[in-house]
């Protein structure tokens, strides 16, 4: 008995994708384990050895941390500088004498937890504890620092030596533990943290003021212990989206410093960034063959809104282009290492440098910074009795991008009682 017209049904049914063709190693000829972007496939062994050169050739080509010289490493727990941890760890170990990695290295965590809505002691102590685990295992130094003390002159750090023991971890663990909950029975600079990012009207305004106060607590670690050179994780990921949203919000004028490859604008201090040449693919390929651990910790974006800030939109909008157009992050990375900035402005006479970010003072737009600042804090200014640092008082000293920020807090007497905002 015929089955009717099921034969032809058949044919006309859906066929299986032909297999893709296995790609061959680029370097080596072997088949491909990883692929980075669509003409760079790598074998596991080939993969490691470009990642490690890749990162040592950054070091070596700009000659900006010299042998011997103290570095301080930026740790959050994120896989870019869980990645910028190990591989400072295993430069250090491997290779021969002349080619080994030879500073003296420590870290720096910053507890952030204050900023945090809903973010209670409990969950920091365990935020705490996991990032003393990770961090004491690559038996440097350990410093752990709160945001909240940006607030006041001297910070309250715990210093926590680390050594290759087994039951050091846990006794720093403890360590910071009883530090965090000294800090929530007397949580006075807490308390003025809080206040001043809650007169924020924007999540973009607070994300500005946060990368602000991260940047001078890190510089005051590093001045406090001697530390010459601090390394952040910064990927090439995150500072394309830096460079599209510091325009947005008129920080051109700093690009070449907040995205370049050293930053040496606090003088004695030079931040560097050693991760931005890696997308954040790379970086995830690399902590996953190394089996590298990293943390997971709630920032002020998190479970927010695509829209909610400038730069959660920024970012958006970057990753989507980035799943379809893989190029699109290298296209405006390198687009924006080749801006710059005229030295026109550093010659003039009055305030050189912003107050706040001590990027160089733009002045060519001071007549929108008056009036961008100035309307804000007409309210300010009629409630005063004169003893409140307005919006006029500010102006002079900021960049375009810092007087926005200013701009966006009600009550400008909140930043100015933070002292440390404009030192």
């Given amino acids: 008995m015929e089955c009717g017209g099921q034969l032809d049904d058949m044919e006309t049914l859906p066929q299986r994708p032909p297999a893709a063709k296995k790609k061959n190693c680029v370097r080596c ?18 993969f490691l050895n470009y990642f490690t050169h890749k990162f040592r050739s950054g070091l070596g080509k700009t000659r900006v941390v010299q042998p011997g010289e103290k570095v301080l490493l930026a740790f959050s727990g994120g896989p870019s500088s869980a990645a ?12 021969t004498q002349k080619k080994r990695l030879r500073i003296e290295p420590g870290v720096v965590f910053i507890d952030e937890g204050s900023i945090i809505q809903g973010f209670d002691v409990d969950q920091r102590q365990r935020s705490v504890q996991t990032i003393s685990k990770i961090a004491g295992e690559s038996g440097f130094p350990v410093h752990h620092v709160m945001l909240e003390d940006i607030t006041t002159e001297q910070a309250t750090e715990a210093d926590l030596p680390v050594s290759n ?46 990368q602000i106060l991260r940047s001078k607590l ?10 010459t050179k601090v390394m952040v994780g910064d990927s090439g990921t995150r ?22 490859f050293a ?39 998190t479970r927010v809104a695509e829209k909610a800030s400038i730069g959660h939109l920024t970012e958006a909008f970057i990753s989507g282009l980035q799943v379809n157009f ?69 102006c002079p000293s900021l960049c375009h991008g810092c007087s926005l920020t200013v701009a966006d807090f009600g009550d400008f007497s909140t930043l100015s009682d933070s002292d440390q905002l404009f030192t």
């Fill in 165 to 210: 023991c087994a039951g050091t971890s846990q006794a720093t663990t403890e360590d910071v533990e009883r530090q965090v909950k000294s800090l929530s029975t007397d949580d006075t600079s807490a308390d003025r943290l809080k206040r001043l990012f809650e007169e924020a009207k924007s999540l973009t305004a607070k994300e500005d003021l946060l």
């Fill in 84 to 95: 910028l941890l190990h591989l400072v760890k295993r430069g250090m170990e491997e290779g």
């Fill in 326 to 394: 893989p190029s699109t992050v290298s296209t405006v990375f390198r687009t924006g290492a080749k801006l710059c900035v005229s030295d026109t402005e550093n010659r003039l006479e009055g305030y050189k440098r912003c107050a706040m970010c001590k990027a160089p003072l733009d002045t060519g737009q001071q007549g929108l910074l008056q009036s961008s600042v100035y309307k804000t804090s007409l309210a300010a200014d009629d409630e005063s009795d004169g003893g409140v640092v307005t919006g006029q008082d500010l």
């Fill in 29 to 46: 000829g072997k088949d491909a384990v990883l692929v980075v972007q669509t003409s760079a496939a790598f074998c596991r062994e080939c």
């Fill in 239 to 260: 500072l394309s989206v830096r460079i599209m949203a510091d325009i947005a919000q008129g920080r051109g004028a700093a690009l070449p410093l907040n995205t370049g």
């Fill in 218 to 227: 890190l510089v005051r670690v590093a001045r406090t212990h001697g530390y």
């Fill in 263 to 301: 930053d040496d604008r606090h003088g004695d201090v030079v931040i560097v960034r050693p991760m931005r040449d890696f997308i954040a693919k790379e970086i995830s390929m690399y902590n996953t063959i190394c089996q590298v651990e990293s943390a997971f910790l709630p920032t002020l974006t």
